[in-house]
């Protein structure tokens, strides 16, 4: 039987500047999980496998594939997904091309997509490829992933008009106690992130979470994290999964309110039972999705009430599932270009206040982090101080002096100015970060000045 020569392909989608750090090809929100198991079932078969991202010359890729599988995401970043698709057509002009993915399932029915499929000569799958599902991720193909990305279950039992999960993947599959263990072992990696949309609503939740604490690889244990979040409907509904959670060792827990602000009373017992299984109210977020039916005066209500209750905010800009473009700029201070982006003007938003709510959001998220134990609100230093806070981090320096502090010392404020030098160095052309954990001070001095002097960034 002939093998293929099989390309996966990840389009150059904008991925946030944060997942830039070594690669952004393998920020956890966005690992191309399906590639890896295409990779993983296509070698079983015995076939080369390739993974890129972007647009590769034939050299590059090493063999000229006569199979092509493109990935496609968020429904408004199709132009990049037909991008690639448009080169590997011209590159390799005999190639057969299948897409799959978000986009490809919610829009190949649509006119336009039609007409570019026809043009550029591709197959389509949609939904979940259920041969592919069965294997592991090949994370061969993407050294760098530290961590294991898998499902408890597929679909959802929730019809959120503004989600197309239930669309993706209209078929409920669970994984049990047993499959899920043994899958985990099998990675072999102490971090699990769950790409689950609603982890909680696998009937096996509660004995899969007793087990998870009890797993271990190379004696160590394991953290997890869901990075869609928890249905609080269902927590509340069952506040003993709470403690569960904790002790399995979930981190970054996260909770939705979505609708109306009479759900406040229902979303504060949520924050409770977590609060109560032992999770600090400032490291608890909750997803807002914005630029939707609740108008932008309701919102800053569910803001004022996260201020009130001490936890954070994830806002989520609404997009139309039939939208195929959006070109936001979040670094533009004053309003984007007329139709760049969708505006949802039915409930009263428009440009401004979608920066406003940002920036009310932002300055309330740093208010939680680094002020709210002092009692004190936001203020313009502490926009400074996260910064400063961040750089500290990349260098595993720990936490920084005080503003009060850094604006007397010069050394301090020289020091501060010199590793965000070399820390931009370090994420502009993607290099391991320096450890300078259990570093003394002068040690920390000496090897600064050590690699400034080495990459040439001495004044």
């Known amino acids: 039987m002939k093998k293929d020569n099989v390309l996966l392909v990840e389009p150059n989608f904008p991925y946030p500047n944060k997942s830039k750090q070594g690669a952004n090809e393998i920020h956890k929100n966005f690992v191309p999980i399906s590639l890896l198991k295409f990779g993983a079932m296509h070698k079983n078969r015995g076939d080369q496998v390739k993974l890129v991202r972007g647009k590769k010359t034939l050299e590059e890729i090493g063999f000229k594939p006569n199979r092509i599988l493109v990935t496609s995401l968020f ?38 997509f039609k007409e570019l499929k026809k043009r550029f000569n591709i197959k389509v799958h949609r939904g979940v490829n259920e041969e592919a599902e069965k294997f592991l991720p090949d994370y061969t193909l993407i050294p760098k992933v530290e961590y294991h990305a898998t499902h408890m279950m597929r679909g959802c039992i929730r019809r959120c008009s503004f989600c197309g999960t239930w669309k993706i993947e209209p078929k409920l599959m ?84 979505d609708n109306l602000i009479d759900d406040r009373d229902s979303i504060k017992r949520q924050i409770d039972i977590l609060s109560k299984a032992g999770y600090a109210l400032k490291d608890t977020s909750v997803f807002m999705i914005y630029n939707f039916d609740i108008p932008y005066e309701i919102m800053l209500k569910k803001v004022k009430n996260c201020e009130k209750w001490g936890v954070q905010i994830i806002d989520c800009r609404y997009r139309p599932l039939d939208l195929d473009f959006d070109n ?46 002092k ?41 501060i100015i010199l590793l965000n030098k070399l820390k931009n160095y370090y994420l502009r052309n993607k290099l391991k970060k320096p450890d300078f954990k259990n570093l003394k001070k002068k040690e920390i001095n000496h090897k600064t000045d050590f690699l400034l002097k080495k990459y040439d960034l001495v004044n």
């Open 75 to 112: 429904t408004y970043w199709s132009k990049y997904v037909w991008d690639v698709i448009e080169y590997y057509r011209k590159t390799f002009p005999e190639s057969e091309i299948w897409m799959g993915g978000i986009y490809a399932t919610l829009h190949s029915e649509t006119d336009k």
């Open 174 to 257: 669970h994984k049990d106690v047993k499959c899920i263990s043994e899958e985990i072992l099998r990675a072999g990696k102490t971090k699990i992130i769950f790409y689950d949309n609603n982890l909680l609503a696998n009937p096996n939740i509660s004995e899969i979470l007793k087990e998870l604490p009890k797993l271990k690889i190379n004696g160590k244990r394991l953290s997890f994290e869901s990075q869609s979040g928890i249905d609080g409907r269902l927590l509340e509904a069952k506040p003993e999964l709470g403690p569960l959670l904790k002790k399995a060792g979930f981190q970054n827990i996260r909770i939705a309110w």
């Open 328 to 373: 936001y700029n979040p670094h533009l201070r004053k309003g984007q270009p007329a139709g760049s982006f969708y505006i949802h003007k039915q409930s009263g938003w428009t440009d401004k206040k979608i920066r406003d709510f940002r920036i009310t959001v932002r300055q309330h998220n740093i208010a939680i982090r680094y002020a709210k134990d």
């Open 375 to 415: 009692k004190i609100g936001y203020q313009n230093e502490m926009e400074k101080w996260s910064a400063i806070h961040n750089t500290y981090k990349f260098f595993s320096l720990g936490s920084p002096p005080q503003m009060s502090s850094i604006n007397k010392n010069k050394n301090i404020h020289k020091k």
